[in-house]
């Protein structure tokens, strides 16, 4: 079943463009795809996530914060093929 991973973002945050690169470059190969939010554009994400970004979650669930968190990432690719 394929799945979709959001990645909440900003505009001009290297570490999100880097995050975006990298979970794209590892489900490239997989029914998945992604997501990014610009939480700049909602005035609710802006107050839920502030400046914590960037953020990749599986619905409600977090995957990683920040930079990505590749074992976390692969047992999330493991589970969900």
Not at 3 to 10: M, V
Not at 14 to 32: F, S
Not at 60 to 66: K, N, Y
Request: overall charge negative; hydrophobic content about 40%; aromatic content about 6%.
């Amino acid at each position: 079943m394929s799945r979709t991973l959001t990645l909440y973002t900003r505009a001009d945050c290297p570490l999100c463009e880097e995050m975006a690169a990298k979970v794209g470059a590892l489900i490239v190969d997989t029914r998945h795809r992604l997501a990014p939010v610009d939480v700049d554009a909602d005035p609710s994400l802006k107050a839920d996530f502030g400046w914590d970004v960037p953020l990749l979650f599986d619905g409600g669930t977090e995957i990683c914060r920040h930079q990505l968190n590749l074992p976390a990432l692969q047992e999330w690719l493991r589970l969900n093929p």
